[in-house]
C-alpha cells in the first residue's frame, strides 16, 4: 500500500553548483532539479525560530471550510514554513489531488499547484518527526503510530525533504511515525472532511472503484492566510 508522499527528494543542481541553504536552525535547502511550481522565495530562518504559541489559518475550498490550528512548539521550522507559503500565495486556488479510504489510512492531500503530487515549493527541510503519538491499535508489531482523526502532517518523499505538500487525516490512520506533525483541524474542517471522504474517490479506467486517487469531489483551496496568532 502507497504511503503519504510528496514529489521526489532534492538533487544537485545540473550545472554543477551546490544548491542554496538558509544559515538558520532550519537549513532551508533550494531542490534546483525540483524548481518551484509556483514562484516563491526560501523563507525566513531566523536563528531564534519561535517555537511557543499557536496560529490560526483561514482556509476556504469549494466544499466548505477547511480552518487550520498550526503549533509552533510540535514542529517551529515547519510552521514558519507553511505561513510563509500561505503569505505568498503560493496554496491559494490550488486543489487537494489526493484521497485515501484504505482501512488503515484515511487522509486529504493538499498542497501541490500543479495538482498532480509532483509540484512543491523548490526548497525542502528537515523532519521534526512526533514523539507523543500512542501506537495504532490495529498493528501488532507496534511499528505504527495513531495519526488520529483531525491532524495535520507534512507530506514527503523520504527523511527531511518536507516541501509543500501535507495531509489532514479524516478517520484514525495507523503509520510509521515519519510524518511531521503541525497542527490540527477544527470541527468545522472536519464536517468538510467528512462531505469530502464521503464523496468517495474519482473512478478511472483502469479501476472502477478505487480507494486512492483523485477525490470525486473536487475540493479546492480558494485562499490559505493566517488569520490569529496566539
Known sequence: MALVVSGGSAASASDGAPPRTTHGPCQYTQTPDEPPARPV?????????????????????????????????????????????????????????????????KVLQCGDPTGTGEGGPGYKYKDELPVDLPPAPTDPTGARRLYGRG???????????????????????????????????DADG????????????????????PVDGTPALRTELFRVRPSCEH
Do not use: W
Open 41 to 105: 522565495p526560501l523563507p525566513p530562518d531566523p536563528r531564534r525560530t519561535p517555537s511557543r504559541g499557536t496560529v490560526d489559518v483561514a482556509v476556504p475550498t469549494s466544499q466548505g471550510p477547511l480552518p487550520l490550528h498550526l503549533d509552533r512548539a510540535k514542529a517551529p521550522c515547519t510552521v514558519q514554513s507553511f505561513l510563509h507559503l500561505a503569505r505568498h500565495g503560493f496554496y491559494d486556488r490550488t486543489v487537494c489531488h489526493r484521497l485515501t479510504a484504505y482501512p488503515t489510512l
Open 190 to 209: 472536519l464536517t468538510t472532511l467528512d462531505k469530502v471522504a464521503a464523496g468517495g474517490i474519482a473512478p478511472t479506467a483502469e479501476n472502477p472503484a
Open 151 to 185: 491532524l495535520l502532517a507534512m507530506a514527503n518523499a523520504g527523511p527531511d525533504t518536507n516541501g509543500s505538500q501535507f495531509f489532514v487525516v479524516y478517520g484514525d490512520s495507523a503509520l510509521r511515525p515519519n510524518y511531521t506533525v503541525f497542527g490540527t483541524v
